[in-house]
Nanobody
Framework: QVQLVESGGGLVQTGGSLRLSCAASGRTVSRDAMGWIRQAPGKEREFVAAINWSGGTTYYADSVKGRFTISRDNATNTVYLQMNSLKPEDTAVYYC????????????????WGQGTQVTVSS
């Protein structure tokens, strides 16, 4: 079993930056794809970003491309999401996900989910 715990969310003004972290425990996730999914109030879950096990392949939703960067540190079992140039429409609960399949994460799904961290961008 894998436990995922997100941190780093908060309130930021439009144009600001936040860095989300997701710490995995239970077993190593160094061979798993990881990703971030978000859900805004009243909306369906939306894929944000995915990274393969080595960090050599990444994939982003068009809505965040060029503003967000996903990365990972397999030595510490942690994945990050650097979010720059934040917009009010980025307001959502952000979930960390892990799965053996990069394709599965890239389609917004996964075997393991964190509890989520709230990101609020004020206008």
């Amino acid at each position: 079993q894998v436990q995922l715990v997100e941190s780093g969310g908060g309130l930021v003004q439009t144009g600001g930056s936040l860095r989300l972290s997701c710490a995995a425990s239970g077993r190593t996730v160094s061979r798993d794809a990881m990703g971030w999914i978000r859900q805004a109030p009243g909306k369906e879950r939306e894929f944000v970003a995915a990274i393969n096990w080595s960090g050599g392949t990444t994939y982003y939703a068009d809505s965040v491309k060029g503003r967000f960067t996903i990365s990972r540190d397999n030595a510490t079992n942690t994945v990050y999401l650097q979010m720059n140039s934040l917009k009010p429409e980025d307001t959502a609960v952000y979930y960390c996900v892990a799965d053996a399949s990069f394709f599965t994460v890239a389609t917004g799904a996964g075997d393991y989910w964190g509890q989520g961290t709230q990101v609020t961008v004020s206008s």
